[in-house]
């Protein structure tokens, strides 16, 4: 069984910063892909952000790229999500996902296994 449990999320204005970290226990954190995923209020979870193993390769939705970076500690079994230039649209739960794959290509349609979400909430 795999937990993911995040942490970092909060209030920030516009413009501001944040950086969110996701902890994996249960399993072996080698060799499987680590990502992002958010889930606004009224609409579907989307794809954020993901990185393989062991952390050479990274993903990103469209709308976050150039402002967050995803990145992960594997002796802490750890992956974290910087994100700059926050918007409000921003605003949203954010979910740390895995699946038993390497490949950061794996997590773009989805996870096997979520956190409990950490909020976000962007003011303008």
């Known amino acids: 069984q795999v937990q993911l449990v995040e942490s970092g999320g909060g209030l920030v204005q516009a413009g501001g910063s944040l950086r969110l970290s996701c902890l994996a226990s249960?399993?072996?954190?080698?060799?499987?892909?680590m990502g992002w995923f958010r889930q606004a209020p009224g609409k579907e979870r989307e794809f954020v952000a993901a990185i393989g193993w062991p952390g050479r390769t990274t993903r990103y939705a469209d709308s976050v790229k150039g402002r967050c970076t995803i990145s992960r500690d594997n002796a802490k079994n750890t992956v974290y999500l910087q994100m700059n230039s926050l918007k409000p649209e921003d605003t949203a739960i954010y979910y740390c996902?895995?699946?038993?794959?390497?490949?950061?290509?794996?997590?773009?349609?989805?996870?096997?296994?979520w956190g409990q979400g950490t909020q976000v909430t962007v003011s303008s």
């Open positions: 249960g399993r072996t954190f080698s060799n499987y892909a």
């Open positions: 996902g895995t699946r038993m794959d390497s490949s950061s290509a794996s997590l773009v349609q989805g996870a096997d296994y």
